[in-house]
């Protein structure tokens, strides 16, 4: 098993590529840098299967539509966020004050995401849990059979995700913490959608945020 950060575009946002044992892989997170991203794919030569999106934001989907078309992958995102995952380009001009290079491509098929589920992809098992906050749409990914869990924005290494962006709450953002991040053990591996790893352990006892989650 291996997994490959891969910290791509302006925001330094984290695509993670994981190749299974049986050599097929899966991205989570595609940033708007697909040739980097795809440098990556073809150096580890390994068919990406699955595109996972933990939320709408640009920074973590701009890449989506090349990287979809490129690979063959099946790109799963939460419906909740469509208002962004659909319009990648509008968000650059919006959050970002910058005119796209060209046209942001959309995935031509989205398989929507449903909290609960468990993600059969490349022999991988991966459990999904819905963490509204960041944004209405955000889910993290719990590999259970590694301890490992993907965060997205909703936690980082001494922080959470930021809540004052369209769809954001501060409140879901807790609950979501508190309900379905904080009930994971303390020794899972958080690989968060910026910066440096952490574990459930470390935020638990020092993450300035932790009394907003009791």
């Not at 913490?177 to 952490?198: C, I, K, N, S, W």
Request: aromatic share 6%.
């Amino acid at each position: 098993m291996h997994i490959e950060t891969i910290p791509a575009w302006l925001a330094g946002t984290n695509a993670y590529l994981v190749v299974s044992n049986g050599g097929q892989g899966i991205l989570v997170d595609a940033p708007p840098d697909p040739d980097l991203i795809g440098a990556h794919i073809a150096r580890l030569d390994v068919p990406v299967v699955g595109i996972l999106l933990t939320h709408g934001h640009v920074d973590h989907t701009g890449g989506a539509g090349k990287l979809a078309a490129s690979t063959g992958a099946l790109t799963h995102a939460h419906p909740d966020d469509e208002f962004l995952t659909l319009h990648p380009a509008e968000q650059l001009q919006r959050m970002w004050g910058m005119t796209p290079p060209g046209s942001y491509e959309v995935p031509e098929r989205i398989e929507d995401l449903r909290h609960g589920q468990i993600l059969e992809i490349a022999g991988l098992s991966l459990e999904v849990r819905h963490t509204p906050g960041h944004t209405p749409g955000h889910c993290c990914f719990w590999w259970e059979q590694e301890g490992t869990v993907f965060t997205g924005d909703q936690l980082f290494a001494g922080s959470v995700g930021r809540t004052d962006l369209p769809g954001g709450s501060w409140e879901a953002l807790n609950r979501s913490m508190r309900d379905q991040v904080m009930t994971l053990p303390d020794d899972a591996r958080v690989l968060p959608g910026h910066g440096p790893e952490t574990t459930i352990g470390q935020e638990r006892a020092a993450n300035p945020f932790r009394d907003e989650w009791s």
